[in-house]
T-cell receptor, first 111, second 114 residues
Framework: DQQVKQNSPSLSVQEGRISILNCDYTNSMFDYFLWYKKYPAEGPTFLISISSIKDKNEDGRFTVFLNKSAKHLSLHIVPSQPGDSAVYFCAATRGGDKLIFGTGTRLQVFP | DAGVIQSPRHEVTEMGQEVTLRCKPISGHNSLFWYRQTMMRGLELLIYFNNNVPIDDSGMPEDRFSAKMPNASFSTLKIQPSEPRDSAVYFC????????????FGQGTRLTVV
C-alpha cells in the first residue's frame, strides 16, 4: 500500500518556465513533509520541507504548497534551470517517525 | 566532513552468497537510516538506528537481512543468503535528529545478485 504517491513518473519543462511536481498521500496522520532531489549516481539531497500547520513554504526558487483537505502537496520551481534536471522524491512522516517516500518524478529541463 | 561514506560502491555477487554493505555516518549525527531503492517501490526504509540502537526494523524484508551499529561511526547491512530480487541500490543516511530533520545520504551501493 503506497501511502505517498507521485503519479507522474516524468516531467519535461522548458528552461525559465515553472515546474510543478505533485504528490498525494493517504495517511491523514502525516504531519511533516519533505522533498529530496537526486542526481544520477548520487544519494538524495534535502531540498525543502513543510509542517502540516503551514500551507506554504518558500526557499528561493522553490516553493512547497500543502493542501491538507485534499491530502496533496506540490513543489513549484520558478524559474526552472537545466541544473534542476533530477529525480524529485516527496516524503512524509508522522511525529518524526519513519520517512515514507514516493516513487519519484524525473524532471527534465530543456533549453 | 566527507559526508556519509558507503562501501563498496558496486557489488556483484552470486545467488546464495553473503553480502555486507558498510556505512560511516557523519560525525556527531545520532540517527542512521538504511534505505533500498528500486524502480517499482522507490525508496524504502529498511531500518533506523538512534544513538546506535535499532528503533524501527519493520522494513527489513525478511530474516536474510540484518543490520548492526556497533558504534556511532559504523554500521553494516548484511544479506545472507543473497537472492536476485535483492538487486537494488542501497543507501545509508544520517541526521542530527528524527525524520523531520535533514538527512544526509551516502552515494549508495549498487548491488547485483546473479
Amino acid at each position: 500500500d503506497q501511502q505517498v504517491k507521485q503519479n507522474s513518473p516524468s516531467l519535461s519543462v522548458q528552461e525559465g518556465r515553472i515546474s510543478i511536481l505533485n504528490c498525494d498521500y493517504t495517511n491523514s496522520m502525516f504531519d511533516y513533509f519533505l522533498w529530496y532531489k537526486k542526481y544520477p549516481a548520487e544519494g538524495p539531497t534535502f531540498l525543502i520541507s513543510i509542517s502540516s500547520i503551514k500551507d506554504k513554504n518558500e526557499d528561493g526558487r522553490f516553493t512547497v504548497f500543502l493542501n491538507k483537505s485534499a491530502k496533496h502537496l506540490s513543489l513549484h520551481i520558478v524559474p526552472s534551470q537545466p541544473g534542476d534536471s533530477a529525480v524529485y522524491f516527496c516524503a512524509a512522516t508522522r511525529g518524526g517517525d519513519k520517512l515514507i517516500f514516493g516513487t519519484g518524478t524525473r524532471l527534465q529541463v530543456f533549453p | 566532513d566527507a559526508g556519509v561514506i558507503q562501501s563498496p560502491r558496486h557489488e556483484v555477487t552470486e545467488m546464495g552468497q553473503e553480502v555486507t554493505l558498510r556505512c560511516k555516518p557523519i560525525s556527531g549525527h545520532n540517527s542512521l537510516f538504511w534505505y533500498r531503492q528500486t524502480m517499482m517501490r522507490g525508496l524504502e526504509l529498511l531500518i533506523y538506528f538512534n544513538n546506535n540502537v535499532p528503533i524501527d526494523d519493520s522494513g527489513m524484508p525478511e530474516d536474510r537481512f540484518s543490520a548492526k551499529m556497533p558504534n556511532a561511526s559504523f554500521s553494516t547491512l548484511k544479506i545472507q543468503p543473497s537472492e536476485p530480487r535483492d538487486s537494488a541500490v542501497y543507501f545509508c543516511a544520517s541526521s542530527l535528529g528524527d525524520s523531520r530533520t535533514e538527512a544526509f545520504f551516502g552515494q549508495g551501493t549498487r548491488l547485483t545478485v546473479v
